[in-house]
């Protein structure tokens, strides 16, 4: 937690005043071969946008009282100082460093640039009793696990001391290996873009540092499809920024295609030539995301499902053959795939009951109906008896731990309620114009049947202008209606009802979680919709997203 803390106030100290070249070399002599970056950028705006939110929060909480005066006079504090640190420029690294025995473990460095004020704060806190070391014009002493040093307006922080020095010396000059210049952190970077907050994970390094560590315990081959999912994860990056109308941001994953896992790099990078579910999908939907899915994606669901199947307490895995059905459904089901949270969702998410289920449904691209509804008939009575079997298990499983110990059965009503609510589900599907529909409510099935109106020729949805061919692309819209702190109050009821506790929701309790509910409410109503596009372009994957929301 110390550790935390002190790379925690070193993000904090960066100077507002230094430039936009100062702000890049703080990145650019970050020694290569980092597991995971953090960087923020002239956040200066977002900053201001956050403080807006507060004050607004505050003013719904509940009006001018000495508490709320009181944390109005520190956000006056703080901001400003937040606008002349971290609103300019932080980087933290995360790299791996030598350990026992030969292995490697996670080393963190964390560096800023400091004006005036934040170096005479940080100050403060720096060792002066150890005499200090030094690496060019850079000097920096050991505080308990950690190296922290400040010289020339910097200020910097590392759990390895060579990780320290490595930065050091190339700040001094050195010529040495630097992260910017690594194709595999400048590919996925630099297709992100300039950002105000960026984040980049090398999971290909972060497999080899796994590799590394299940090597001294003997590496289990049920670990072994894992790791090698994650090296072909090869690297990501994500950026987003905020502007005046809400967010934007980017995201870039380039696959690793010397990846031991085949199945899912094909699965990561393919496209298709042309989306038309959008066609067949009600016009009212709040959430749709329509993927290219890869027709290996079913057998490549299948394969993991059978490593699980050893797993399963319930048995439902082994009883359904979801193994062998998903791999039937391979043989039928195109490339086109999407899920749909139907005219609702949002709202019906508030019943803490399973609203959430109940209105949602997939669509699915079929390649031979008659294939299809051959095989779904018998796939969908399986998966339905099974669920309820598997329920009925664990139910009896759950009542026998109650018997034995009646604290403990107090503790796991809210599952039991969380299995009422399964029960409830049936797994139901139709077809419709060359698709294949399911869902867990009838309810919703048929409304995605019935609908005359669709998605294609809604004006938001076509105002979205989406290139209807690739990767994919996501859509949502607002609630036809806004929440209310009475929905929020009901939430939390149901909440409280779950775990047990419903005995302590009264009148009072209520009364004290109104301004909980008043800010969640208004920060939800000020959700406007949400737009993004993904495209494949041989390994690398790149999201464009926008999110509209009124600051």
Known sequence: MKKLLLISMFLGATSACSSASAASTLLSNLPSGALATFETNH??????RANGLLNSALKVMGGKNAQMDE???MLSLVMPALKGSVGTEGVLGVFAVSGKHGT???????????????????KSTMPTTKKPARVGAYTFVRSDDMFVGMSQNLAYAASDKNLLMSYLGRLSGKAAPRLEKAPAYAVPMNAVGTQELRAYFNFSAIAKVVRSQLATVGFPRLVAPVVDAIDTLGQ????????AAGLSG????AANAGGADKSLYSILTHNTEAFNVQSVIPANAESVTVSACDPLTNEYTARWLTRL????????LSDTQLAHNLEVQGRYLGDECAQVMLAGSMKASLSGSGGTMNHSVTYQKVTDEDAARAHMQDFAASVNTSLQAALKATRSQLGRLGGLDPEMGRQLGSLNSMLSDLARLKFVYDFKEGYLVTAFNQKALDSAMQATSFLADSPDFQAQNFALSGSGFQFSRPPATPYTKADLLRLFQAAVARSNLGAMYDKKTQQMLQPAAAVLTDLLNRYGGSGSQTSATENLVVTKSNINFRW
Do not use: H, K, Q
């Open 104 to 122: 490697f473990e996670p080393g963190v460095l964390a560096v800023t640039r400091l004006n005036a004020d934040a170096r005479a704060l940080l």
């Open 43 to 48: 956040m200066s705006a977002a900053i201001d």
């Open 250 to 253: 980017t995201s870039a994953l």
């Open 236 to 243: 990501v990056g994500a950026g987003i920024s905020t502007n």
């Open 309 to 316: 199947d050893l797993f399963d307490p319930t048995g439902f």
């Open 71 to 73: 944390m109005n006079d």
